[in-house]
Protein backbone atom coordinates (compact mmCIF):
# COMPACT_ATOMS: atom_id res chain seq x y z
CA UNK A 1 0.00 0.00 0.00
CA UNK A 2 1.14 3.88 -1.26
CA UNK A 3 -0.11 6.79 0.30
CA UNK A 4 0.46 10.05 -2.10
CA UNK A 5 0.24 13.86 -0.70
CA UNK A 6 1.32 16.18 -3.53
CA UNK A 7 1.74 20.00 -2.08
CA UNK A 8 3.34 23.14 -3.84
CA UNK A 9 0.72 24.21 -5.74
CA UNK A 10 -0.39 27.60 -6.39
CA UNK A 11 -1.16 30.69 -8.39
CA UNK A 12 1.87 31.69 -10.37
CA UNK A 13 2.53 34.32 -13.31
CA UNK A 14 2.88 33.36 -16.78
CA UNK A 15 7.12 32.72 -17.45
CA UNK A 16 7.71 31.46 -13.29
CA UNK A 17 8.18 28.80 -12.09
CA UNK A 18 6.93 25.95 -9.85
CA UNK A 19 8.20 22.80 -8.12
CA UNK A 20 5.70 20.39 -6.65
CA UNK A 21 6.22 17.33 -4.26
CA UNK A 22 4.77 14.35 -3.69
CA UNK A 23 5.34 12.65 -0.40
CA UNK A 24 4.87 8.83 -0.22
CA UNK A 25 4.44 6.43 2.27
CA UNK A 26 4.77 2.92 2.80
CA UNK A 27 7.32 0.36 2.09
CA UNK A 28 6.88 -0.53 -1.08
CA UNK A 29 7.69 2.93 -3.10
CA UNK A 30 10.90 2.37 -4.27
CA UNK A 31 9.67 -0.60 -6.01
CA UNK A 32 7.14 1.39 -8.15
CA UNK A 33 7.71 3.94 -11.11
CA UNK A 34 6.00 7.13 -10.73
CA UNK A 35 3.93 10.04 -12.82
CA UNK A 36 2.11 12.88 -12.40
CA UNK A 37 -0.64 13.77 -14.60
CA UNK A 38 -2.77 16.60 -14.82
CA UNK A 39 -6.36 18.01 -15.34
CA UNK A 40 -7.42 21.11 -16.57
CA UNK A 41 -10.81 22.88 -16.55
CA UNK A 42 -13.11 21.24 -18.56
CA UNK A 43 -10.42 19.15 -19.88
CA UNK A 44 -9.53 14.89 -19.79
CA UNK A 45 -6.78 13.78 -17.70
CA UNK A 46 -3.13 14.21 -19.02
CA UNK A 47 -0.06 12.28 -18.68
CA UNK A 48 2.88 14.83 -17.98
CA UNK A 49 5.79 12.76 -16.88
CA UNK A 50 7.14 9.24 -15.63
CA UNK A 51 10.07 8.11 -14.00
CA UNK A 52 11.48 4.66 -13.38
CA UNK A 53 12.08 3.04 -9.92
CA UNK A 54 15.26 4.32 -9.46
CA UNK A 55 14.71 7.53 -11.12
CA UNK A 56 17.87 6.85 -14.09
CA UNK A 57 14.79 6.61 -16.72
CA UNK A 58 12.37 9.38 -17.25
CA UNK A 59 9.69 10.15 -20.00
CA UNK A 60 7.61 13.22 -20.67
CA UNK A 61 4.96 14.27 -22.60
CA UNK A 62 6.03 15.73 -25.93
CA UNK A 63 4.94 18.74 -25.59
CA UNK A 64 6.22 19.60 -22.03
CA UNK A 65 9.74 18.48 -22.79
CA UNK A 66 12.40 20.72 -22.05
CA UNK A 67 10.16 22.99 -19.85
CA UNK A 68 9.40 20.24 -17.03
CA UNK A 69 11.49 17.81 -15.21
CA UNK A 70 10.44 14.82 -13.07
CA UNK A 71 12.97 13.57 -10.22
CA UNK A 72 12.75 11.13 -7.39
CA UNK A 73 14.10 10.78 -3.95
CA UNK A 74 13.74 7.41 -2.97
CA UNK A 75 15.63 7.99 0.80
CA UNK A 76 13.02 10.68 0.88
CA UNK A 77 10.37 8.90 -0.49
CA UNK A 78 9.37 11.90 -2.84
CA UNK A 79 8.66 12.26 -6.40
CA UNK A 80 9.07 15.87 -7.50
CA UNK A 81 8.24 17.90 -10.82
CA UNK A 82 10.17 21.18 -11.72
CA UNK A 83 7.63 23.46 -14.08
CA UNK A 84 9.65 26.17 -15.29
CA UNK A 85 8.59 28.61 -17.78
CA UNK A 86 4.86 28.33 -17.41
CA UNK A 87 1.84 29.16 -19.45
CA UNK A 88 -2.02 29.56 -18.74
CA UNK A 89 -2.27 26.67 -20.74
CA UNK A 90 -0.48 24.70 -18.16
CA UNK A 91 -3.46 25.29 -15.23
CA UNK A 92 -4.75 22.55 -14.17
CA UNK A 93 -4.87 20.08 -11.33
CA UNK A 94 -1.47 18.30 -10.87
CA UNK A 95 -1.67 14.45 -9.39
CA UNK A 96 1.16 11.94 -9.14
CA UNK A 97 0.83 8.10 -9.31
CA UNK A 98 2.76 5.41 -8.44
CA UNK A 99 2.26 1.74 -10.43
CA UNK A 100 4.20 0.25 -13.79
CA UNK A 101 5.19 3.48 -15.31
CA UNK A 102 3.87 4.81 -18.54
CA UNK A 103 1.76 7.47 -19.90
CA UNK A 104 -1.77 5.41 -19.56
CA UNK A 105 -3.47 6.55 -16.09
CA UNK A 106 -4.69 2.77 -15.93
CA UNK A 107 -1.26 1.52 -15.13
CA UNK A 108 -0.93 3.08 -12.01
CA UNK A 109 -2.59 1.60 -8.71
CA UNK A 110 -1.90 4.78 -6.14
CA UNK A 111 -2.97 8.20 -6.84
CA UNK A 112 -2.44 11.28 -4.81
CA UNK A 113 -5.50 13.58 -4.05
CA UNK A 114 -3.88 16.27 -6.75
CA UNK A 115 -2.55 19.61 -6.01
CA UNK A 116 -3.42 23.26 -8.09
CA UNK A 117 -1.54 24.95 -10.18
CA UNK A 118 -2.87 28.22 -11.56
CA UNK A 119 -1.26 30.49 -14.05
CA UNK A 120 -2.40 33.94 -14.40
CA UNK A 121 -1.77 37.39 -14.40
Known amino acids: QVQLVESGGGLVQPGGSLRLSCAASGPSFSTYAVGWFRQGPGKEREFVASASVSGDSTYYADSLKGRFTISRDNAKKTVYLQMNNLKPEDTAVYSC??????????????WGQGTQVTVSK
Open 97 to 110: AAGMGSSRPGEYDY
